[in-house]
């Protein structure tokens, strides 16, 4: 996922710091070329060796120096991109103002790639206007900050500040270095979204259901771009997509069948300027589902088992469609433009997502996708890319049309 990249990792002095070391063996395995930097700080939590061992390269620290380089510019002329994990309220003080008081600090000021913030503190000094202050400049200046998670803090009691779980940053990391490469500022700030992702599942009887093959993986991946973005995100995931991580911030629902989709959908669009739907609805629902388990003898005969289906109802369709920029996914396993055209006249979208669902290594459960973006007067091929790749390109594309 990373294969290739020359990734610098900035520790600074928080109690988060003792979890980066395996954060780092996380971007290793993902085929980065990972250094590290240290504030002097940091070194109280979290030891210099500890990351020479796992990076087998020593760490930028103060009074370490190579007579044939100037440590902290080679540094940053070697990293691609920087992520400071966790983020003290002093050094994004300090980098927001310019202040190079340290080498990590001076490396950061000689990057030329945005850095990716993962702000880590105590709720008060998070929530203090100057904190505030500082994070909004880092934001004017292009570089990506992540909100904190809430949760249960060094000091013992519950509150905003605690840095989020590593597979949510991993995946801030993913949205942020393909924000980058892509080459377009994304900025949603003052967009509302509605996202919805993952397969519906619909009840035979207690234990037995219909459901598809949809993971949400592509649902969870606009969301989370959305919102490191700067949109305000509500995510209606289905039971599918329960697993994987959602950035703090984003207003989750959860729901199972088509039907609670619909209600929900419904009751969340109104405030909504954009709305995406990428769930994978179930057509059809039980129309008799059992309150008890189905017994093969009671039911069967030779002929098999019949279940009477009833249509679920289109939900897209049903949207209202005034005041929001609305997107629909089509899965096709054969004439996927013509298919989808359709779609966008039948469901009355402003963009259809179409992709070719014959391809297995492509769309349904899996990493990467490849798809079309269909607007009325137009037809945009998007090259074969991680799905977090292809939500940035969609986000962007929905940031211009609505320019
Ligand atoms: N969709 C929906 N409600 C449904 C079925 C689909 O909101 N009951 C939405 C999907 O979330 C997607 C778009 O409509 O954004 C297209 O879904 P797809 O399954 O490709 O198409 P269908 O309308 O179900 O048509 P068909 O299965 O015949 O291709």
């Known amino acids: 996922m990373l294969k290739g990249l020359n990734l610098t990792v900035v520790v600074t002095g928080g109690i988060a710091a003792y979890k980066i070391p395996d954060f780092v063996r996380t971007l290793i395995k993902a085929g980065a070329n990972v250094r590290v930097a240290l504030t002097p700080s940091a070194k109280q939590f979290v030891t210099p060796y500890t990351f020479e061992v796992l990076t087998k390269y020593p760490p930028l620290v103060e009074g370490v120096h190579n007579p044939d380089t100037v440590a902290h510019i080679a540094l940053a002329d070697w990293t691609d991109y920087a992520i400071v994990m966790p983020a003290t309220a002093n050094t994004i003080g300090k980098f927001a103002n310019g202040i190079a008081d340290n080498e990590a600090l001076s490396m950061m000021l000689a990057l030329k790639s945005p850095l990716l913030f993962v702000p880590a503190m105590n709720e008060k000094m998070w929530t203090n206007q100057a904190t505030q202050r500082n994070v909004s400049q880092l934001r004017l200046d292009g570089h990506i900050v992540v909100e904190p998670d809430t949760g249960f803090l060094a000091e013992g009691y519950e509150g905003k500040g605690r840095m989020p779980a590593p597979e949510a940053v991993f995946q801030a990391l993913l949205v942020s270095i393909a924000i980058d490469k892509q080459g377009q500022t994304l900025d949603l700030t003052g967009h509302k979204l509605l996202v919805s992702a993952g397969g519906t599942t619909e009840k035979l009887d207690p234990v037995r259901f219909l459901t598809n093959r949809s993971s949400g993986k592509m649902g969870l991946a606009i969301a989370n771009a959305a919102a490191l973005a700067g949109g305000q995100v509500t995510l209606v995931r289905t039971d599918h ?4 991580p959602v950035l703090p911030g984003i207003e989750v629902v959860t729901v199972e069948s088509a039907q609670e989709l619909y209600d929900t959908m419904h009751k969340h669009v109104t405030d909504k300027d954009i709305v995406i739907m990428s769930a994978a609805v179930s057509d059809y629902r039980s129309a008799h589902p059992a309150d008890q388990k189905m017994k093969k003898d009671q039911l069967s005969n030779q002929d ?3 279940i009477q289906l009833a249509e679920n109802p289109d939900i897209l369709a049903s949207l ?9 996914f089509a899965a096709e396993t054969q004439k996927v433009i013509e298919y989808g055209r359709n779609k966008l006249l039948k469901k009355g979208v402003d963009m259809i997502v179409a992709n070719d669902v014959s391809d297995q290594t492509i769309g349904f459960n899996t990493d990467d996708n490849q798809v079309t973006l269909i607007t009325k007067d137009s037809e945009r091929p998007l090259e074969r890319q991680s799905k977090i ?13 609505l320019k």
């Open 241 to 244: 997509a329960k697993n994987l």
């Open 304 to 306: 098999g088992l019949t």
């Open 320 to 328: 209202p469609k005034e005041g929001h920029y609305t997107v629909g």
């Open 389 to 401: 790749g292809v939500a940035v390109e969609l986000l962007a594309r929905i940031q211009d049309e």
